[in-house]
């Protein structure tokens, strides 16, 4: 996607693939920072420090942090302590298991002399998957879109409501539920975007906004609390949201908060979709509340605030009283019986088991045998 009017993915080789290059998100949007990464520990840190986030982005990241690792040292015990160094960064998304074990598995049907070379290969294939994936959900997303503005004469704008960063930047290029969007404004339909603050790490504030106004999308950026008002005055068309990881039977896991504008989609009869690539869908589980892993992160992102001051300088401020304890749930789910539709890369289903049986065969599961 574009800064300022150049291209640009989130993470790309370098340096005769001897190392990675990331976008600092953590820099955002104050300042566009690239960062180098040359082994699996800096990789890790990128991810646990989350200047490397998103589902996605995670994901293809930890399997260049393999293929990193291989560089200088390819052997068994090497493959299985990369492995497990980057499996322990983040414990909710279920993509960040799903590259490793792929990458995991591939290299050890090699011969160590071999896992160099393939290991890269694997990863960079793993990015340009992911750019195809979000190319297919963007178009899938973009019909829902493109029938409600036909619906309408072509009159108006179509009003958009997003949660948390789930663009370009949570991914390696398009995004997930932003790919929608971006495919819409490209194809010229007047369209807006609600972008909710997500607080208390303000992806929305400091990610979504910086990104989609690099692109030129319209949007306003609201309090997390506004959506369910703006739904109430009918100021919201469509919900889109990610997914950090969704059952087989349609839960969604995605970041805190989006439950809350899932009920109020709900209540206010505003279609409320998901969109979640393949990887990000766990077949294994069944029960979105009782068996993903939900990530509790520092209470000092909840009782600090980052932010530029008058004389240009990035600061942190104390917003909640001294000794004042905090809990910082980093993700919730949102069942399946909220959600309009899940949008994949294969097209759109229902949020339900025989939903996700219908575009992904080869992944049924028995319900009943893992209940």
């Known amino acids: ?20 290059t990331i976008i600092d998100q953590t820099a955002l949007p104050f300042a566009f920072r690239t960062r180098l990464l040359r082994n699996a520990a800096t990789v890790a840190e990128a991810i646990q420090t989350m200047q490397v986030r998103g589902a996605p982005l995670i994901g293809v990241a930890a399997a260049y942090g393999m293929a990193l690792a291989m560089q200088t040292d390819a052997s068994d015990a090497s493959v299985e302590r990369a492995h497990a160094l980057l499996l322990a ?171 809350l504008k899932a009920l109020a989609a709900n209540d206010n009869g505003v279609p409320f979709y998901v969109c979640a690539p393949s990887p990000s869908i766990d077949f294994s589980l069944t029960d979105g509340v009782q068996q993903i892993p939900i990530e509790e992160r520092s209470e000092r992102e909840v009782t600090h605030l980052w932010g530029l001051d008058d004389q240009g300088g ?14 910082n749930v980093g993700f919730d789910v949102t069942p399946a019986r909220l959600v309009t539709e899940l949008i994949t890369e294969r097209g759109c289903c229902r949020a339900s088991s025989e939903g996700l049986a219908a575009l992904f065969p080869e992944r049924r599961i028995d319900t009943k045998r893992v209940r």
Request: net charge neutral.
């Open 314 to 327: 990035v600061r942190e401020v104390r917003v909640a009283p001294e000794g004042c304890r905090a809990l």
């Open 89 to 259: 960064t983040r414990p909710t998304a279920v993509n960040l298991a799903w590259a490793l074990n792929r990458v995991r598995a591939a290299l050890r049907t090699l011969s160590p002399s071999e896992r160099p070379q393939a290991a890269l290969q694997l990863a960079g294939q793993l990015a340009d998957e992911d750019v195809a994936i979000n190319q297919a959900m963007g178009e899938h997303g973009f019909g829902r879109i493109d029938a409600l503005w036909r619906t309408r004469g072509g009159q108006g704008r179509i009003n958009v409501l997003t949660h948390c960063n789930a663009g370009w930047l949570a991914t390696v290029d398009w995004g997930t539920a932003l790919a929608p969007v971006y495919r819409a404004f490209d194809a010229g339909i007047p369209i807006h975007v609600w972008v909710d603050e997500t607080r208390p790490r303000n992806q929305g504030a400091s990610l979504t906004a910086w990104e989609l106004g690099q692109h030129g999308v319209p949007h306003t950026l609201i309090a997390d609390n506004a959506g369910g008002h703006l739904m109430q005055h009918g100021h919201v068309d469509l919900c889109f949201v990610g997914t950090d990881r969704t059952t087989a039977t349609g839960d969604v896991c995605n970041k805190i908060g989006t439950y």
């Open 1 to 20: 996607m574009n800064i300022r009017g150049e291209h640009y993915r989130t993470i790309w080789p370098t340096d005769a693939h001897r190392s990675v």
